[in-house]
């Protein structure tokens, strides 16, 4: 029996906003039932804050799938990794896990206000954590496909990024590897690319540099108005105190300050020494 179908790549929920959206809605999910159905006849107990006390529960699950979102985004993007079916069970298998010694630790230390013990770790999992996720799982893992995509080895190596100014109509989207440096200017940034022929193109956008950093976080700042693809470097000149740089296929120089110039030089160490 070949267990080759749990390699084969898994719809994943890519972007950081979807995916924070779910963790939310999962935590009210979790809320709602815990205040409203009564699953456990808490109403019998007379806890201060009651509905407070439940909804802290809720709060546990969301703290820990943003434990799992940070390894997941790392296991992407950072080590550029595809999602896979086992991907997506170790990942169900550790929100269950990390869930379970939250929740137990917050009835421990909140609600009951006692010692920590783990006594009763697998009695209180079996009772109250396990029927949650034997509800809850599937249907989380029904959103992320529903939500999710499959992306391919080379659309994480260079995936396509969108680029939008305040103006409506200021809208741009190119691959990542298309990027070559966003420049302040006043009021504006000038985003410099390469189009499908390989020529630079340049445009304007009404935004701030740093509002711009936010969508592009695998740029680099090499000075206070300038934002590079640190991957299209292939020169650094100068000292710490007057430096600059040149990027492939753009023939200006690029300054590079003082703060920024170890960490450059760091990158381009990097690019030709991995």
Request: proline letters at 4%; aromatic letters at 12%.
């Amino acid at each position: 029996m070949t267990l080759r179908f749990l390699y084969k790549k898994h719809p994943h929920v890519y972007t950081l906003k979807k995916r924070l959206l779910l963790s939310f809605a999962l935590c009210l999910v979790v809320i709602f039932i815990l205040i409203f159905l009564k699953p456990f006849d808490t109403g019998e107990k007379h806890l201060p804050n009651k509905n407070l006390m439940l909804a802290g529960y809720g709060i546990c699950i969301l703290f820990a799938d943003f434990i799992l979102i940070t390894l997941e985004k790392t296991w992407v993007f950072g080590l550029k990794k595809s999602w896979t079916l086992t991907t997506e069970i170790a990942y169900l298998l550790g929100l269950f896990i990390i869930s379970s010694l939250m929740i137990y630790l917050y009835d421990l230390l909140i609600t009951k206000q006692t010692a920590i013990t783990w006594d009763y770790f697998a009695t209180y999992s079996y009772r109250f954590t396990v029927p949650f996720a034997l509800l809850l799982l599937p249907f989380i893992a029904y959103l992320r496909i529903k939500y999710g995509k499959v992306i391919s080895q080379q659309q994480l190596i260079n995936p396509n990024i969108s680029l939008s100014g305040q103006n409506k109509e200021d809208h741009l989207e190119i691959s990542l590897q298309q990027l070559l440096c966003l420049k302040a200017e006043d009021n504006y940034v000038r985003i410099i690319y390469l189009n499908k022929n390989i020529e630079v193109q340049e445009v304007l956008m009404r935004n701030t540099l740093a509002a711009m950093a936010r969508q592009v976080p695998q740029l680099s700042y090499c000075h206070r108005s300038y934002l590079v693809a640190h991957w299209h470097i292939r020169e650094l000149t100068g000292h710490k105190q007057k430096a600059h740089i040149m990027l492939e296929q753009y023939p200006k120089e690029i300054p590079v300050s003082s703060a920024h110039y170890l960490a450059i030089q760091k990158k381009m160490s990097a690019k030709f020494h991995p």
